[in-house]
């Protein structure tokens, strides 16, 4: 059973750079068949996906987001990483990775979360 | 504004059955297969339904998923105390080419 946990400061500052580290335990993201996602979920409101790696280096970001994110992995640790540039209150959120699987077209697997805060 | 319109809350009493709709278009639900996760705040979502009406290991058949045209629907029955969560649907959306999901539905067992 795969498990996964986001890790990373809760609170960011108005125009840093928010960074999240998700590990991935029990499967590795090197595997085929499966692509490792960054979904948010803002106060209130309803999830929104932001982007995801698969075969540990090729990417697909949400268009409306494209433009401030990067989505990385390292094998060696079995972790994948979101970088989200010049943030706003707007951006404050529970941050979740997630695993969606080809074999049976659905999001399968979840972290439970982090809280981030942007604020100054 | 969620992609995916889900209604913001039902309520049934225990033993009961209860349906949670989930609309789209033709670009997300009428193309694409529809998941279902149940959810309860600090935790992680749990897949309950992938692909429309199929269910993971270990999820009772008291759960169900159906999918028409451009709209799903999660039906549980035999209600619990314990099946008290927020319930969300997700598909892929072809135009958007994003994964979208519905705003949840929080359900309540009286």
């Known amino acids: 059973q795969v498990q996964l946990q986001e890790s990373g400061p809760g609170l960011v500052k108005p125009s840093q750079t928010l960074s999240l580290t998700c590990t991935v335990s029990?499967?590795?993201?090197?595997?085929?068949?499966?692509?490792w996602n960054w979904i948010r979920q803002h106060p209130g409101k309803g999830l929104e996906w932001i982007g995801y790696?698969?075969?540990?280096?090729?990417?697909y970001y949400n268009p409306s987001l494209k433009s401030r994110i990067t989505i990385s992995a390292d094998k060696s640790k079995n972790q994948f990483s979101l970088k989200f540039s010049s943030v706003t209150a707007a951006d404050t959120a529970v941050y979740y990775c997630?695993?969606?699987?080809?074999?049976?077209?659905?999001?399968?697997?979840w972290g439970q979360g982090t809280q981030v805060t942007v604020s100054s | 504004q969620s992609v995916l319109t889900q209604p913001p809350s039902v309520s049934a009493t225990p033993g009961q059955k209860v349906t949670i709709s989930c609309s789209g278009s033709?670009?997300?639900?009428?193309?694409?297969?529809v998941s279902w996760y149940h959810h309860l705040p600090g935790t992680a979502p749990k897949l309950l339904i992938y692909e429309n009406n199929k269910r993971p290991s270990g999820i009772p058949d008291r759960l169900s998923g159906s999918k028409s045209g451009t709209s799903a629907t999660l039906g549980i029955t035999g209600l619990q105390t314990g099946d008290e969560a927020d319930y969300y649907c997700?598909?892929?959306?072809?135009?958007?080419?994003?994964?979208?999901f519905g705003g949840g539905t929080k359900l309540t067992v009286l």
């Open positions: 790696i698969y075969n540990s280096g090729n990417v």
């Open positions: 997700a598909t892929w959306d072809s135009s958007l080419s994003a994964w979208v």
């Open positions: 033709n670009s997300n639900i009428g193309t694409n297969y």
């Open positions: 029990g499967g590795s993201i090197g595997s085929g068949g499966y692509s």
């Open positions: 997630a695993r969606d699987s080809a074999t049976i077209n659905s999001i399968d697997s």
